[in-house]
């Protein structure tokens, strides 16, 4: 008898075209950028205003800024790294998520500041999704029947 490992059930995902997989990259280079030049403010010595301004609004101390964008930084090198991409996508969703609380948490307006984060984690995912036959195959937007 063949253990599951010998006999492994092979999922096939549709081929995905050279527009969707296309725009998936060019999706993900835009959300990669943003990500990039968000880490990249926090690390600025001295602190630029629009950061100080936004960890105290937030209520946080300022301290926290490179260790904030050293973890965001590395989850997004994750996901610009396509063997990692999933794994990325997935760490940046929990970074976001404490986006979303942190906003809500302190009273900003929902659609401009609450849910911006839940805007970049959906062209995230898009873009990984266009990109990436695995994710495809594991979460099928069409049913097989």
């Known amino acids: ?44 010595k001295p602190v630029p205003r629009p950061v100080e ?30 063997r990692t991409a999933i794994l990325g996508a997935i760490l940046l969703t929990g970074y976001l998520g404490g986006a979303v609380a942190t906003h809500l948490r302190v009273g900003d307006p929902l659609f401009s500041h609450v849910l911006f984060p839940i805007y970049v984690g959906g062209l995230l995912w898009l873009g990984v999704y266009l990109r990436d036959a695995r994710l495809r195959a594991l979460v099928p937007l069409r049913s097989s029947t």
């Open 1 to 44: 008898m063949k253990s599951a490992m010998e006999n492994p059930v092979s999922v096939q995902s549709p081929p995905v075209s050279a527009a969707a997989l296309w725009t998936g990259r060019v999706l993900s280079a835009l959300v990669i950028l943003f990500l990039v030049f968000d880490s990249g403010l926090k690390f600025v």
């Open 53 to 82: 301004e936004a960890f105290t609004h937030i209520g946080w101390p300022l301290g926290l800024a490179v260790c904030l964008a050293t973890i965001l930084l590395g989850c997004t090198i994750l996901y610009a790294i396509p």
